[in-house]
Structure formats: structure tokens, C-alpha cells
Nanobody, 126 residues
Framework: VQLQASGGGLVQAGGSLRLSCADS????????MGWFRQAPGKAREFVAA????????YYADSVKGRFTISRDNDKNTVYVQMNSLKPEDTAVYYC????????????????????WGQGTQVTVSS
């Protein structure tokens, strides 16, 4: 698994961005995929996760209703559509892959993820 995140940028509050994370490997469809973020001076935090088929998702309360995670296993890519962005969404966003089962306490746990992308910067101006 080799993850490459893209799509970050500078956007005004209320705007939208879509992040993508592509995997160059052959086992993408077997992994739980997650998005995390890390703001300056803060710990990395869970944003959203999706199971292998795309049929189940979890979101952090801070993004619920604004962000949507999805995946295309034919393209080995996971996405997060981010709408109604706020300045507090400013962070480096990371995608990650985890093996095994899909349940909330697990997918929110950074330590459960085996592979990480390099991160993409999202900056939301007020």
C-alpha cells in the first residue's frame, strides 16, 4: 500500500474542497480507509472512515453533516468532500489504511492504521 493524498489548498470560509487519496497497490479494496487531520500545535485527530465496500462510514462530530467520505475501489481511491468549511478545519489532512474489522472505536484510533499518506494542507480563511 502506497498512499498519495492530494486536493488541498486555500479556500474561504463556507467554501468546499475535495481531497483524494490514491493507492498504487493491489489490495486497496480490502482496507478500511480513514482521514485524519493535524492542526499546528495539536494532536492528529480522526475525521472520517469508510469500510472496504463503502457501505459504512463514521464521522467525527465536528465534521458530521459537512464532510462526506467515499471510495472508488476500481480507481483505488478514497475521497473526502468537505463543504461549509470553517477556519477551524485548517490542518494537514492525512489518509490512512487499516486492515481488519470496521467499528467505531477502532477506526477512530490512529494506532489501528498500518499505512499513511504524506498529508495535504487545507487552509480555510475567515
Amino acid at each position: 500500500v502506497q498512499l498519495q493524498a492530494s486536493g488541498g489548498g486555500l479556500v474561504q470560509a463556507g467554501g468546499s474542497l475535495r481531497l483524494s487519496c490514491a493507492d498504487s497497490g493491489r489490495t486497496f479494496s480490502t482496507y478500511v480507509m480513514g482521514w485524519f487531520r493535524q492542526a499546528p500545535g495539536k494532536a492528529r485527530e480522526f475525521v472520517a472512515a469508510i469500510n472496504w465496500s463503502g457501505g459504512r462510514t463514521y464521522y467525527a462530530d465536528s465534521v458530521k453533516g459537512r464532510f462526506t467520505i467515499s471510495r472508488d475501489n476500481d480507481k483505488n481511491t478514497v475521497y473526502v468532500q468537505m463543504n461549509s468549511l470553517k477556519p477551524e478545519d485548517t490542518a494537514v489532512y492525512y489518509c490512512a489504511a487499516a486492515s481488519g474489522s470496521f467499528w467505531r472505536a477502532k477506526v477512530e484510533n490512529i494506532a489501528e492504521y498500518d499505512y499513511w499518506g504524506q498529508g495535504t494542507q487545507v487552509t480555510v480563511s475567515s
